[in-house]
């Protein structure tokens, strides 16, 4: 947080969703949620006291019901996230937990739902995978509410606002994001949240300005304070100075012609100015959002996390569970093709239910596609799922985590079982589907060519690879700044992955969120990319950005780029050249 003389406060957070504005704040908050007393309660006060807190996630719920009941049309691509939150009510770790809490410890149920919160939280805090750790943050809001309820506090009524205000928060579900009336509220800021969080997508699809993880917006900020919240930039600034006003207001408009220059282009092909092509596709996590790639012209869906099937039910799903939701998906996208990649998890950590067993390294552990080859059942099960779903529609299978020749060659054994199985079951399925890996962890990268025999296509995964090759673990905040995607090595790993593909003739896509930030895209033309997955979101920023470039000056780029020694260098060089044709927030400082 800086502050200035004048009382001007900058404080810094997490790009919810894009955009600026600029207005009065209007604090609101579920006072006494936060402010839990624990009081013990004898044996024959148990059954009363668990009595009241189903009572309290029966209320939770049917306010959520009422949420849903009045989703708009423009919000109905969100209804999934909401559903998902209206399970979480009976979900086994939240709602079991609480129950055997209040039995075992005799405490009121206050302060057992606050203990199995917390814990849930901590366990989602170990997930390596950023997509995966927010979704704790679905049970905490959950829980939220259900302590609402519990202690007989006031919720927030967000479609009851009135007036013309920026929200300041601790925290907004996505039910009560979805609550936004766009002509009253122009944006809204959080204590707490990710970009990956749930609110974050909804606030997207508003298309409103939001910052979230501000950690003391709601200590700083006071009611009718002037607020210019920078959605772009993820940070906000509290009671701004005249000069400070003026400058935003330039940037607000150049922020809202940008945005309608994008939109006005992006039914527009993403074809270099010297024609070269390029295929920008979506990576999803839930059927839903085929609605979102296809309105963002996606050419396809590069990364299908299948993940979230699992996560969603709290047992294994069945065959026929897995292929209803791959089938529905490949023939929505139909004939575009669909990525689908096989569980990617590291179980300990994910859910109690998938393995127990707590590993002290989970990053290293048994995850992936190290965790389908122990559990060759589970894994056998979603292949049958995915080659029955390849019979309706364009497939290609990719595998995470492969680390060395031995595992694919594995996995090839399992997918003939699973052909062998089909066949005895007398199944339709198609088993001519092109088979892939992730190229995530340097092993990969050295053994590609090896690798290559063996695929028909790669897919660069650059969360992991930057981890795994630079040993930089995202989540410490003591060494994040040096998860550095133009850091020279990553360069180098991509470069080689991009040479053995192109020797062995194997089709290569990039998948990470390195495809969809535009300060990469020059040097990711210019080591010869043109299959690029990301947030569906991006994809009309990235679209634009290269039909402003020329893959033959990238080329020559890429000669300079490969002389640098450090990813300041990098992205100095990018910014200066490429300053006119990189989007609004890169060149306007």
């Given at each position: 947080?800086?502050?200035?003389?004048?009382?001007?406060?900058?404080?810094?957070?997490?790009?919810?969703?894009?955009?600026?504005?600029?207005?009065?704040?209007?604090?609101?908050?579920?006072?006494?949620?936060?402010?839990?007393?624990?009081?013990?309660?004898?044996?024959?006060?148990?059954?009363?006291?668990?009595?009241?807190?189903?009572?309290?996630?029966?209320?939770?719920?049917?306010?959520?019901?009422?949420?849903?009941?009045?989703?708009?049309?423009?919000?109905?691509?969100?209804?999934?996230?909401?559903?998902?939150?209206?399970?979480?009510?009976?979900d086994k770790m939240l709602y079991g937990k609480t129950i055997d809490t209040i039995s075992a410890d005799m405490v009121n149920a206050e302060w057992?739902?606050?203990?199995?919160?917390?814990?849930?939280?901590?366990?989602?805090?170990?997930?390596?995978?950023?997509?995966?750790?927010?979704?704790?943050?679905?049970?905490?809001?959950?829980?939220?509410?259900?302590?609402?309820?519990?202690?007989?506090?006031?919720?927030?009524?967000?479609?009851?606002?009135?007036?013309?205000?920026?929200?300041?928060?601790?925290?907004?579900?996505?039910?009560?994001?979805?609550?936004?009336?766009?002509?009253?509220?122009?944006?809204?800021?959080?204590?707490?949240?990710?970009?990956?969080?749930?609110?974050?997508?909804?606030a997207k699809s508003l298309k409103i300005p939001s910052v979230l993880g501000l950690g003391t917006a709601t200590v700083n900020v006071n009611n009718?304070?002037?607020?210019?919240?920078?959605?772009?930039?993820?940070?906000?600034?509290?009671?701004?100075?005249?000069?400070?006003?003026?400058?935003?207001?330039?940037?607000?408009?150049?922020?809202?012609?940008?945005?309608?220059?994008?939109?006005?282009?992006?039914?527009?092909?993403?074809?270099?100015?010297?024609?070269?092509?390029?295929?920008?596709?979506?990576?999803?996590?839930?059927?839903?959002?085929?609605?979102?790639?296809?309105?963002?012209?996606?050419?396809?869906?590069?990364?299908?996390?299948?993940?979230?099937?699992?996560?969603?039910?709290?047992?294994?799903?069945?065959?026929?569970?897995?292929?209803?939701?791959?089938?529905?998906?490949?023939?929505?996208?139909?004939?575009?093709?669909?990525?689908?990649?096989?569980?990617?998890?590291?179980?300990?950590?994910?859910?109690?239910?998938?393995?127990?067993?707590?590993?002290?390294?989970?990053?290293?552990?048994?995850?992936?596609?190290?965790?389908?080859?122990?559990?060759?059942?589970?894994?056998?099960?979603?292949?049958?799922?995915?080659?029955?779903?390849?019979?309706?529609?364009?497939?290609?299978?990719?595998?995470?985590?492969?680390?060395?020749?031995?595992?694919?060659?594995?996995?090839?054994?399992?997918?003939?079982?699973?052909?062998?199985?089909?066949?005895?079951?007398?199944?339709?399925?198609?088993?001519?589907?092109?088979?892939?890996?992730?190229?995530?962890?340097?092993?990969?990268?050295?053994?590609?060519?090896?690798?290559?025999?063996?695929?028909?296509?790669?897919?660069?995964?650059?969360?992991?690879?930057?981890?795994?090759?630079?040993?930089?673990?995202?989540?410490?905040?003591?060494?994040?700044?040096?998860?550095?995607?133009?850091?020279?090595?990553?360069?180098?790993?991509?470069?080689?992955?991009?040479?053995?593909?192109?020797?062995?003739?194997?089709?290569?896509?990039?998948?990470?969120?390195?495809?969809?930030?535009?300060?990469?895209?020059?040097?990711?033309?210019?080591?010869?990319?043109?299959?690029?997955?990301?947030?569906?979101?991006?994809?009309?920023?990235?679209?634009?950005?290269?039909?402003?470039?020329?893959?033959?000056?990238?080329?020559?780029?890429?000669?300079?780029?490969?002389?640098?020694?450090?990813?300041?260098?990098?992205?100095?060089?990018?910014?200066?050249?490429?300053?006119?044709?990189?989007?609004?927030?890169?060149?306007?400082?």
């Open positions: 947080m800086n502050s200035t003389q004048s009382g001007q406060i900058t404080i810094h957070g997490i790009c919810g969703s894009p955009g600026i504005c600029i207005g009065k704040a209007y604090v609101v908050d579920r006072e006494g949620v936060n402010l839990i007393k624990r009081y013990p309660i004898s044996p024959d006060m148990v059954p009363a006291e668990i009595d009241r807190f189903k009572n309290a996630v029966i209320k939770a719920k049917n306010d959520h019901a009422k949420t849903i009941e009045s989703l708009g049309a423009d919000l109905s691509e969100n209804l999934n996230i909401l559903e998902t939150h209206m399970i979480l009510f009976k057992a739902l606050r203990k199995i919160t917390r814990d849930v939280r901590h366990m989602f805090e170990q997930i390596d995978d950023p997509y995966l750790r927010t979704r704790g943050h679905d049970i905490i809001q959950v829980s939220d509410k259900i302590m609402t309820y519990l202690v007989g506090a006031e919720d927030i009524r967000i479609r009851d606002i009135n007036k013309r205000v920026i929200i300041v928060a601790h925290d907004l579900s996505p039910a009560d994001t979805s609550q936004i009336q766009l002509e009253r509220i122009k944006g809204f800021v959080t204590d707490r949240g990710g970009k990956d969080s749930h609110t974050s997508i909804v009718d304070d002037i607020l210019i919240v920078d959605g772009t930039s993820g940070l906000i600034i509290i009671n701004p100075e005249e000069e400070t006003l003026f400058k935003y207001e330039e940037k607000m408009a150049r922020f809202e012609a940008y945005r309608a220059d994008i939109e006005r282009e992006s039914h527009l092909p993403a074809v270099t100015k010297d024609g070269v092509p390029l295929n920008l596709l979506a990576n999803i996590e839930l059927v839903e959002e085929v609605v979102s790639a296809k309105d963002n012209r996606a050419s396809g869906i590069g990364l299908f996390r299948t993940e979230f099937l699992y996560l969603d039910l709290n047992r294994f799903p069945t065959e026929d569970e897995l292929l209803q939701k791959y089938r529905e998906l490949v023939e929505l996208m139909h004939p575009a093709p669909v990525t689908i990649r096989t569980l990617d998890i590291n179980g300990d950590k994910f859910n109690p239910y998938i393995d127990p067993v707590e590993e002290a390294n989970p990053a290293l552990g048994l995850r992936a596609v190290r965790f389908c080859l122990e559990n060759e059942d589970i894994f056998i099960t979603q292949i049958k799922a995915i080659l029955r779903a390849a019979a309706f529609g364009n497939i290609k299978l990719l595998i995470p985590m492969i680390s060395c020749v031995e595992e694919i060659l594995q996995v090839k054994a399992v997918i003939d079982k699973a052909v062998l199985e089909l066949e005895d079951e007398d199944k339709v399925f198609n088993k001519d589907i092109p088979l892939g890996i992730m190229i995530e962890v340097p092993s990969a990268v050295l053994m590609a060519d090896e690798l290559a025999a063996h695929v028909d296509f790669f897919s660069i995964g650059t969360n992991d690879l930057i981890q795994y090759s630079l040993a930089i673990d995202r989540r410490n905040r003591r060494v994040a700044h040096l998860y550095q995607a133009l850091n020279p090595a990553v360069i180098k790993m991509i470069h080689l992955t991009c040479e053995a593909a192109r020797k062995n003739n194997v089709e290569l896509c990039m998948c990470g969120e390195m495809a969809g930030d535009p300060i990469n895209i020059p040097v990711l033309l210019g080591l010869g990319l043109t299959n690029l997955s990301m947030n569906s979101g991006a994809i009309p920023v990235i679209k634009k950005m290269i039909r402003a470039m020329d893959v033959s000056k990238a080329r020559d780029d890429l000669k300079t780029i490969m002389g640098f020694n450090t990813a300041g260098e990098i992205s100095d060089f990018v910014l200066e050249k490429y300053k006119t044709s990189l989007p609004y927030r890169d060149n306007d400082e």
